[in-house]
């Protein structure tokens, strides 16, 4: 878990001082693929706190998610469909119930001790 939350601000913290900028036209794609991958970070995140946490899972699902979500935002695009927002909805809702669990776990795990 430590090992994680260190890896998880160490690449923050790459990202933030990286000098590396892309057109303001690919942002759309960038932040549905962020989404993607913040899904499958505390994704993972609650698959460690149940003890089901798998590797290959975790780094399939990781960039998995990020493609397939920039693409269904690149093919909405090209068609003039907002088909980001299945990516949104999806990876949001996700995103905020996987954080509601890990809460919940943290508190339950506090209040046992």
Do not use: H, W
Request: proline share 2%; with cysteine.
């Amino acid at each position: 878990m430590i090992l994680a939350i260190i890896g998880i601000l160490v690449g923050a913290i790459i990202g933030i001082y990286l000098p590396i900028t892309y057109s303001a036209s690919y942002s759309l794609y960038m932040s549905v693929a962020i989404l993607a991958c913040m899904d499958s970070v505390f994704g993972g995140i609650r698959a460690m706190m149940e003890g089901k946490f798998n590797t290959g899972i975790f780094v399939s699902g990781f960039f998995g998610n990020a493609i397939l979500a920039a693409f269904l935002a690149y093919v909405g695009d090209r068609l003039g469909v907002p088909l980001y927002y299945a990516a949104i909805f999806a990876f949001g809702g996700r995103l905020f119930q996987n954080f509601a669990i890990i809460r919940r776990y943290v508190f339950n795990k506090k209040n046992s001790n």
